[in-house]
């Protein structure tokens, strides 16, 4: 029983993270938007990277919230 309590306080804290490491993704994606002005290539792939991480964070999170959804209540 104690380590199923500490499993699920484990994913628990595992969610957390991903949620902060989302807000931290969409933040330097913000500040990277507001850096480059200009139409550069490199600004062009700073951006677009910012973008994939963000976009990749966002998907894993959705599928977490879908798993942890339909888990038995």
Same mark, same amino acid.
């Given at each position: #029983?104690?380590?199923?309590?500490k499993t699920v306080e484990?994913? /628990? $804290?595992?969610?957390?993270?991903?949620?902060? +490491?989302?807000?931290?993704?969409?933040?330097?994606?913000?500040?990277? #938007?507001?850096?480059?002005?200009?139409?550069?290539?490199?600004? /062009? $792939?700073?951006?677009?990277?910012?973008?994939? +991480?963000?976009?990749?964070?966002?998907?894993?999170l959705a599928m977490l919230?879908?798993?942890?959804?339909?888990?038995?209540?």
């Amino acid at each position: #029983m104690r380590s199923q309590a500490k499993t699920v306080e484990q994913d /628990r $804290a595992s969610r957390i993270e991903l949620i902060g +490491r989302v807000q931290v993704a969409y933040e330097h994606l913000k500040e990277t #938007m507001q850096r480059y002005h200009d139409d550069s290539p490199r600004a /062009r $792939a700073a951006i677009a990277a910012a973008r994939r +991480r963000l976009s990749l964070l966002n998907r894993a999170l959705a599928m977490l919230a879908l798993e942890v959804a339909q888990q038995p209540a």
